[in-house]
Structure formats: structure tokens, C-alpha cells
């Protein structure tokens, strides 16, 4: 009869953890530390006859190697709404861009209409040329 002692190792499993990150966009995931198995040692007394093993006696079992957890940075941020346009002046046409006055007639400036309203250009123009500044007909007024 012979005792010999004998060790072996059983990996321990990493957990995983999340945690929230106000830093992060929302819907967003980050690996902040990678995750490491762990390892257990389990040491035997075990007891041969006649070249057999006839007993095995568990006399210590050790954590050698501390699992270390994997953690996930889940993003919580809300993206800024992106900012409204600015609303068109009031007292605009629509049919042009820029702001042409509404008014009874309107002249493109420096030209030779009498008003009573101007506008500078060039403008574009977006539906009916109401106030014939488009002369030309090519969608530009005030050129």
C-alpha cells in the first residue's frame, strides 16, 4: 500500500456584470475589463495497493486564481433632439425663399419697379412668381 498525493485544477467561470453608463449613448455597449477565468485547486491523498488506486481523500481545495468578472458599460445617455429649424419670418411669401414682403407689389432693389416694398437678390423662386420677379424665367429672381 502506497499514499501518494496528487493535485488537480478546475476552472472557475468569469461572471458578467452591467453596468449603466450616463457618458455612453443609449443603445450603446462598451467591454470596460475582459473577463478572466478563475482557477481551483483541489489537493488528494491517494491511496494505492498493489499499483490500484483503492481511495481518494479530498484534503484541500483552493481558490489559486481568482476569477475576474467581465464588465459591460450599457449606454443610459439621451442624444440632444436635434435643434428645430428656424421658422420663416412672418410676414414672408412662401412662394420665394428668403423673406420677400408680402405687399401690394414688390420690385426687386436697385431696378426700376416703384414699389412700395423691395427685396435684394438673387432668391428662388418656390411656386408662383406672383410679383413677375423672375424675369427671365429660369427660377431666380432679382438676379
Not at 475589463?33 to 481545495?61: A, S
Amino acid at each position: 500500500m502506497e499514499v501518494k498525493t496528487e493535485k488537480t485544477t478546475d476552472e472557475i467561470p468569469f461572471e458578467t456584470k452591467t453596468i449603466n453608463d450616463s457618458n455612453l449613448t443609449s443603445g450603446k455597449e462598451e467591454v470596460r475589463t475582459e473577463g478572466v477565468n478563475g482557477v481551483k485547486t483541489k489537493t488528494f491523498d491517494v491511496t494505492y495497493t498493489n499499483d490500484k488506486e483503492t481511495n481518494r481523500v479530498l484534503v484541500k481545495e483552493e481558490i489559486t486564481t481568482q476569477p475576474v468578472a467581465k464588465v459591460i458599460a450599457k449606454g443610459t445617455k439621451v442624444a440632444k433632439p436635434a435643434p428645430a429649424p428656424a421658422p420663416e419670418p412672418s410676414n414672408c411669401d412662401s412662394n420665394y425663399s428668403g423673406c420677400v414682403p408680402i405687399a401690394s407689389d414688390v420690385d426687386c432693389a436697385g431696378g426700376s419697379g416703384n414699389g412700395p416694398a423691395y427685396v435684394s437678390g438673387p432668391i428662388t423662386v418656390r411656386g408662383s412668381d406672383i410679383y413677375d420677379l423672375d424675369r427671365d424665367g429660369d427660377g431666380i429672381a432679382c438676379e
